[in-house]
């Protein structure tokens, strides 16, 4: 089975911290997501990346940047964490060569006091 | 542009009552279409799929799906609700390349005992 693992479930952070957070899969995928998920806004893309060291910005990239050295890790950074910025954060991955399914992580809830 | 619209926000339906949850897209190409579902603070579940072939698919927990391309509709079906249902859906539309991926807004469901 594909695996998705993000490092961390829950996070609590003060505002200005950086933050990381780590999403890796094990199965060779070439594209990888970072969404941001609030009520009432559904899912909206940060990130994404189809590549080792390429990065697209997605829908709402604004105080966040993305990093991707190896083919299996895709990382979120927030410079700054700003209250603003507390949600929860889902990494996703798919292959290029099958069906498009994407496959979720379990999520990351970060709260920023 | 791709969208998916989800016209209902919460359904509530009777444990062992048949549900059907809607969903309508816009794509300019062959679409490949989703349903997955969400529990409380976990991620998200592929429930289903469909790029080709017969225009009724199965998934798991025993959902299925309709593709009616003259409607621009993907819905969701069960013929008994179980308690264990209650959780949020999500419909989507992407492409072969796992890269275009659009969301609809969701459906939650509830399920009265």
């Known amino acids: 089975d594909v695996k998705v693992t993000q490092s961390s479930r829950y996070l609590v952070k003060r505002t200005g911290e950086k933050v990381f957070l780590e999403c890796v899969q094990d199965?060779?995928?070439?594209?990888m997501f970072w969404y941001r998920q609030d009520p009432g806004l559904g899912l909206r893309l940060i990130y994404f990346?189809?590549?080792?060291?390429?990065?697209e910005k997605g829908d709402i990239p604004e105080g966040y940047s993305v990093s991707r050295e190896k083919k299996e890790r895709f990382s979120l950074i927030l410079e700054s964490a700003s209250t603003n910025q507390t949600s929860m954060y889902l990494c996703?991955?798919?292959?290029?060569?099958?069906?498009?399914?994407?496959?979720f992580g379990e999520g990351s809830r970060l709260t920023v006091l | 542009a791709q969208s998916v619209t989800q016209p209902d926000i919460h359904i509530t339906v009777s444990e062992g009552a048949s549900l059907e949850l809607r969903c309508n897209y816009s794509?300019?190409?062959?679409?490949?279409l989703f349903w997955y579902v969400q529990s409380p603070g976990q991620g998200l579940q592929l429930l289903l799929k469909?790029?080709?072939?017969?225009?009724l698919v199965q998934g798991i927990k025993g959902f299925e799906a309709e593709f009616k391309r003259s409607q621009s509709s993907f819905n969701l079906r069960k013929p008994s609700v179980h308690w264990s249902d209650a959780a949020e859906y999500f419909c989507?539309?992407?492409?072969?390349?796992?890269?275009?991926?659009?969301f609809g807004p969701g459906t939650r469901l509830s399920v009265l005992p």
């Open positions: 469909y790029f080709s072939g017969d225009t």
């Open positions: 199965m060779d995928h070439e594209n």
């Open positions: 996703a991955s798919s292959s290029g060569q099958d069906t498009g399914e994407l496959f």
């Open positions: 794509y300019g190409a062959t679409p490949y």
């Open positions: 990346s189809y590549d080792v060291k390429m990065k």
């Open positions: 989507a539309v992407g492409s072969r390349s796992g890269q275009n991926f659009v």
